[in-house]
């Protein structure tokens, strides 16, 4: 490994170097370090510093000096090749691709504190408990059967005694929240499978509903509480609904390129 650190380093000035006196600051393996490549890099490390970290221009060269080397050691092992890097590769250039082509449309997303109050009204946000018997991933019939039985039977005791829901949770729920007595906290909707917030939906505190099934098993749940519009997390909720709207950007985006690209699905095949 060949590495030449040039007196460059000595400027202080960050200005960007015009081509013409674009010198090289350092050479790696034969590949040079130019000064608009260093002075970009170290600017971007700037925006990006965190805590007592120092950011220099000689330790952002050494950064891409670090990267030259562990490039270049990637590419003799053959890495590039791999099917896992290659795979992650594509995902990149995937989500890069769209960036591009969106990114003026996306800018343009807003999302007022109305919208927010108007969404929250169609999809308010509750604290739940639940009681879960898990099926397997691929559940055969008597999987279910059984799974669906014993919570029926549980279901019906815990009626009798609502106040009584934690122990029943603690004794007999497969979820990691059983030793919290099932405790699932506040949830907005997003976090949760449609046919759990359904379920729920529109209860009021201390109504126990199910057995329902979602693709993780069968539930029994407890409302525990409702939150007001005044208590819920607004920069949470502008961030649901920017997502909604970006997601329809996108979609709408995918299906003008389906349109143009040639698509064979084998509907026989997806069983």
């Given at each position: 490994m060949r590495i030449l650190i040039t007196a460059c380093l000595l400027f202080a000035n960050l200005s960007f170097a015009n081509e013409k006196n674009d010198s090289v600051v350092a050479i790696v393996n034969g590949k040079k370090i130019k000064q608009s490549t260093l002075y970009k890099y170290h600017q971007d490390n700037l925006k990006f510093v965190r805590g007592q970290k120092k950011v220099t221009l000689e330790s952002s060269l050494d950064d891409l000096i670090n990267r030259i080397i562990g490039i270049d050691r990637a590419r003799s092992n053959k890495l590039h090749k791999d099917p896992v890097v290659v795979n992650k590769m594509n995902d990149i250039l995937y989500h890069a691709q769209i960036s591009k082509d969106l990114e003026g449309e996306l800018k343009k997303i807003k999302v007022s504190d109305k919208e927010v109050k108007q969404y929250y009204k169609n999809h308010p946000e509750y604290r739940t408990a639940h009681i879960l018997f898990r099926l397997p991933a691929i559940p055969t019939e008597e999987d279910v059967k059984k799974s669906y039985e014993k919570a029926v039977k549980v279901h019906s005791e815990v009626v009798k005694k609502p106040d009584t829901f934690v122990d029943y949770a603690l004794r007999y729920s497969q979820s990691s929240t059983a030793v919290d007595g099932g405790d699932l906290g506040y949830l907005p909707?997003?976090?949760?499978?449609?046919?759990?917030?359904?379920?729920?939906?529109?209860?009021?505190?201390?109504?126990?509903?199910?057995?329902?099934?979602?693709?993780?098993?069968?539930?029994?749940?407890?409302?525990?509480?409702?939150?007001?519009?005044?208590?819920?997390?607004?920069?949470?909720?502008?961030?649901?609904?920017?997502?909604?709207?970006?997601?329809?950007?996108?979609?709408?985006?995918f299906d003008n390129l389906k349109k143009k690209a040639k698509i064979k699905v084998f509907k026989k095949n997806l069983k």
């Open positions: 909707h997003t976090r949760l499978s449609p046919e759990f917030y359904e379920n729920i939906k529109g209860k009021k505190k201390d109504t126990i509903v199910g057995p329902f099934r979602t693709q993780y098993g069968f539930h029994i749940v407890k409302i525990l509480g409702e939150k007001t519009a005044e208590q819920i997390n607004t920069d949470m909720y502008k961030k649901i609904i920017y997502d909604i709207k970006r997601d329809k950007i996108v979609g709408n985006y």
